[in-house]
């Protein structure tokens, strides 16, 4: 345990050269049926009055309507969701708008594939676990993020934040060469940023 924690340490104090460092928490879920859940670990460096840099690790559950088609050949299956643990790094450009501000954020977010489960159509809650290799699917997906947002300072220099991301796959996560199948989603985020 003591060993993460100096990993941590040594990850995120070479942030400190650049500015103002803020650490966070960041959730929420998908605008339409493609993301069920995202929750962020952010970490957020101050480069200029205007721009921030913003690495986080990521938690998400994709949603993944292609394979089901593939998937009706084992059962009567609703829904195929990917757990992600995912690193994005994002710039964010900002303008005050008091008492808010506002800023557009992008960037690229590299994800690893936890489990990938499929939802039988008579049961809400009933899930199968599914192997990635039989179903011909890569475990690595590569995405670019693109948002706006709203912040607001509150006490101590902590902010609060509301923003709505779109995220987009650029890697086909079908290991099949005759199909494709790409991740994206609409996701609203509502987040704390702490200074260090």
Known sequence: MNGTWLFLWLSIFPLFLFGQVYIGVNGGG???????????????????????????????????????F??????????????????????????????????????????????????????????????FNSLQVSRWSVSVIAGIGLEKVIHNDCKIRFEFLYLLGLSDIDINSESSIYTEGKIFNLGLLIPL
């Open 30 to 68: 998908g605008l339409n049926d493609l993301v069920s859940l995202r929750v962020a670990v952010p970490v957020e460096v101050q480069l200029s009055k205007s721009w921030r840099l913003q690495p986080a690790l990521v938690y998400t559950q994709q949603h993944t309507p292609a394979l089901l």
């Open 70 to 131: 593939r998937l009706s050949k084992l059962g009567d299956y609703r829904r195929a969701t990917i757990e992600y643990i995912g690193l994005p790094i994002l710039c964010s450009g900002r303008f005050s708008l008091p008492p808010f501000a506002v800023y557009a954020t992008a960037g690229p977010e590299l994800n690893y594939a936890l489990t990938l489960k499929a939802t039988l159509e008579n049961s809400s809650f009933r899930q199968e676990r599914l192997d």
